[in-house]
Nanobody, 127 residues
Framework: QVQLVESGGGLVQAGGSLGLSCVASGRAFSSGAVGWFRQAPGKGREFAAAIGWSGSMTDYTDSVKGRFTVSRDNAKNAVYLQMNNLKPEDTAVYYC????????????????????WGQGTQVTVSS
């Protein structure tokens, strides 16, 4: 069983930065892809970023490219999402997710690819 815990959310002004962390328990973490999704009020959960098991492969949705950076430290069972130049439209609950045995395919952008989820952390960007 794997548990994921996100932290680092908060309130920031537009143009500011926040760094999110996702720490996992369980051996499956270091061999699986990790994704970041977000859910704004009244909207569905959407893909934001993902990183492969080794850290050499990353993927970003267009709206965050150049502003968000995903990284991982398998020795610490942790994945990070550095968010710069934040915009009000980035306001959402941010979730990390783990795909413990799935290949690195474009399905990673869909919810069904991921088999473990954290509880989420709120990010609010004021204008």
């Amino acid at each position: 069983q794997v548990q994921l815990v996100e932290s680092g959310g908060g309130l920031v002004q537009a143009g500011g930065s926040l760094g999110l962390s996702c720490v996992a328990s369980g051996r499956a973490f270091s061999s699986g892809a990790v994704g970041w999704f977000r859910q704004a009020p009244g909207k569905g959960r959407e893909f934001a970023a993902a990183i492969g098991w080794s850290g050499s492969m990353t993927d970003y949705t267009d709206s965050v490219k150049g502003r968000f950076t995903v990284s991982r430290d398998n020795a610490k069972n942790a994945v990070y999402l550095q968010m710069n130049n934040l915009k009000p439209e980035d306001t959402a609950v941010y979730y990390c997710a783990l795909a413990s045995s799935a290949p690195w395919t474009t399905r990673r952008r869909s919810l069904g690819y991921w088999n473990y989820w954290g509880q989420g952390t709120q990010v609010t960007v004021s204008s």
